[in-house]
């Protein structure tokens, strides 16, 4: 049996039958292997996956400093999304993002309907804090009882005379976190991106796309860009702002760094507004040198060229003594990685960078083109639940539609750049890798016992779960609070975190030497002490009996 | 930090702004953690799951184990009765449990779920226990969801036989592992046998081995919970956590309670342990007396750094009291006093601290169903010299420079502090440690070069 069968082994049929095209082993010829994704998790199937709400308020919305985002339901939702995903925000004015917003619903509320507390807290809001746009989002509850929040929100323009967008983005919708980015997509599109000024283009300018600035991995991203001389017009949306989205269709390129959560803007700005968009990576020092050249191809500009290969050079320099140091910490180990969106590829370079082969990755809530590459969208079955997720279309903006290239001249480039293309994954990985969708807890114990990484990246659920089997785990969500990853400081950020784990002196001191060295001796029967007699106070648990 | 405050008082009446609560499910999912074998059961959204469970592990760093019945669009429709068939089957043949602890979510509360209807459908393995409790996240805070998910144990399982089993039963409140320990050490000196529910000590502060165990050595027996009801009597600590469940417990099997605030300061402590002392007839021994006594000596050795000191206090609505209480005990001054849980009852329990302690109420701004903005609208406008409270204090702490000590849920940004209690004289004198330091460590950042006391 091999890794995978083994772990899938002691599932139930019907459990057996549902994960086993979940999880596939790198073959020899990739680009014929197909895996289950984007569908329902089992009930009662440990799942690290989160809801619709998390991917549209948590993900893309939440990172926007200069909206008040209201949250319309009971507290928690808000609450649990308050400052808890490290996208860094710069404001002088100050930011939203350190602040939560909730209409705290009540049963009352639940039983009468929400609408006029909702209105009232959107009052509130406006009256207390001025802010540039509103924004709200719904949570269980309010799709059930019917609460019309985008009636609401059309209300708040026309009263308030602001920006106001609503997503009804019910925990309950899709499959995980991704069906909320595709509805924060499609609010973004259809109500800010092109509604700034119309100015001019501005000459190799871009906006970074799929980047949350977790960690300051947006901002890092940013310096490289603007020393090589690219313009950023909009973020989205770490440290992003409603404002600077307003202007993103001024853009004359689209770099996609999360193609999980925002490749829908990518596509429909690319028909509204003819942006071209490339896949990049900035994690990893490689894969940040191959992005930087894809992203001067793309603009085919000699000068900028030039500047790329100098500040690649001055980068890889800065960092060159760092880089051999953990090279040789690092190399030899293994590592497997489980993520959201992107992750679970982008630091297979950053690892390799470093000598780790990746020996598991798996998503959370990917689709298929995320592990097997966009050439198989056309083939991907809408099923019951992307089907309740809306997909909107775009027409071309006649006032602002711009093409860059011709379409023979985007084909020429798609031979050397991802021109509007992801491989995904499954390509990347070397033949025995094993690939998992919607990996689970019994999943992760059983393949961490099965492939033995030296290193597990996952989230705060998995960590102190290999953490106590003994393996080296770090978050790679939050990054343990540390970062940033991306770049070229960022990949020695990272190589440094990583043989910190690994070498960090607590682990010598997992095992006590009593329980590997005797520590009985001999003795008279007389001079060992009488153990104090126990009271039912200091009788052992049930539970310590039985477990005996 | 927080700079789009604005200053001056404004009345809210549905905008809730920084919350000093959460909701239900995660109460009761702390509190089914506490039940050895037990596996907390989130019969919902999973996005709860996932945000419940990362926020324990945020606050313990440990892992914090549930399942879900991970509904969607359909489910919601339709009930989630098969989602929960399917989801118990799988949890007793992948993590095979001794119970499985379901608790609701807003979204099945809403569309009414009967799940005493749907467990009686389930088919339970042999020996196995499925429990429920209704947490809709619409009502209270997640205090009530913990002593739900109590009264819930208390309700499927404790049963009275013919026979006292000779044990108090305590009820600990919402508080850490570490204070649950100080609890069983303080009733193991006593030498008064009790039955501590929930225990989360053992579960979410376990030791590192290099093997993750998912039942963890800790946790109430699940004979004990059943035991409970062969118990001389509850002491119910927390009189706004722990009543319900010795209601409860009461109602089913008629043992009496006696209701105390969580034993955090002195008097706390004190009533505790007479209240022990008196249900077993045992004398209060003087380990636990010199405890008192090195508490009492510090708090004279150190008092004129503290007496008059203004204080900020928030958080839960049982700690906050002790909190308080410990405060006043030290002659610190209670300006704010807000939990973000509703119930006036907190505001009177307050209220009757203050007066006790001769503090004139008018003086003090006590609320319950308060949030965090407040609380720094209200220190904006009459600063303060300290402020007691959970993690989300620092930011307040920050934009107006004032010295945080952290207590209570959730503590998000610090390591070890499940580890350490604040009830009894240990807890006290700990609390104190933090108290004097942050204030004496103010004192010497902000002191001229001249001040600067090498010995204070």
Redesign the interface.
Known sequence: MDAKDKVLD???AK?YKNRKAHILEVGQAPEEQEIAANT???????????????GCKGVVIGPLKDTLT?VH????????A???RRNKARAD????T??????????T??VFGGEK?????????L???KPRALMICS???V???GDDIHAVASETEAEYGIPCIAFSCE???????SAGHHIANNGIMRKVIGTGDKIPRVKHSVNLLGEYNIGGDGWETERLLKRVGYDVIAVLTGDGSYEDLTKADRAELNLVQCHRSINYIAEMMKTKFGTDWVKVNFIGIDASIQSLRDVAEYFGDEELKKRTEEVIEDELAEIAEERDYYREKLTGKTAALYVGGSRSHHYQYLLKDFGVKTVLAGHEFAHRDDYEGRRVIPDIKED??SK?IESITVEPDKERYEDKYTEAEREKLRKVIPLEDYKGIIPDMEAGGVVVDDLN??ET?AFLAELKPDIFLS???D????????AVSRQLHSYDYSGPYAGFRGAINFARDIAMGIYAPAWKY??PPWKTEPVLQAAFVNDTPEPETA????AP????VT?A | ????T?KGE?E????????C???Q??GAMYAALGV??CMP?SH?????A??????L??HF????????????????VFGGGS??R??????F???NPEIIAVHT???S???GDDMNAYIQDLDIPEGKHVIHTNT????G?HINGYFNMMSGFIRYLSAKSEIHN??VAVFPGFVNPGDMREI?RM??AM????TLFPDTSGVMD?P??????MYP?G?T????VIGLGDCMKTIALGELTSEEPAIELERKCGVDYDLLPLPIGIDATDRFLMTLAKSFNRDVPYELEEERGQLVDVMLDAHFYLVGKRVAIFGDPDTVIGLTAFALELGLVPAYVLT?TPGERFDRRVKKLLAAAGVDEETVRVKSSGDL?ELHQWMMDAPVDLMIGTS?GK?IAKALDVPFVRAGFPI?DRYAHPYFPIVGYRGALRLFEQIANAVMDRQDRDCADEDLEVVM
């Open positions: 002691k599932y139930s459990v329902r998790s089992i009930p009662g199937i440990m799942t690290n996956r989160g809801c619709c709400y998390a209201i339901g009971p507290i928690g939702c808000s609450y649990y308050w400052g808890t004015e100050g930011s939203f350190q602040y939560c917003f909730s209409t705290d619903l009540q049963e509320d639940i507390k909702l209105r009232q807290a959107i009052k509130e809001g009256e207390l804090f949570t269980c509850p799709g059930l009882i925990g309950y919708k899709g499959v995980s976190q019951a639940d309740n807890h019994y114990e989230g705060v659920k960590k102190y779960i290999l953490q106590k089997s003994g997992v095992t009271d039912a106070a200091d648990k049930e539970s310590e477990n | 930090m927080l700079d789009l604005p404004y809210r009446t549905a905008l809730r702004i920084n919350p609560k959460t909701c499910p995660v050895h074998g059961y919902g959204s999973q996005g709860c996932s945000y419940h469970r990362t926020f592990s945020r760093k440990e892992p914090a184990i549930a399942a879900t019945s991970s509904f969607t669009e359909g489910a919601s989602n929960l399917t989801g118990a089957r799988n949890v043949d992948v993590y979510t807003c979204l509360e809403t569309i809709p996240s619409y009502v805070s000779g044990r069983r009733a193991k030498k008064t046998p009790i376990a590192m081995t290099g093997h993750f165990a050595q946790g027996p699940l004979g004990d973000g903005f989300y930011q998000l």
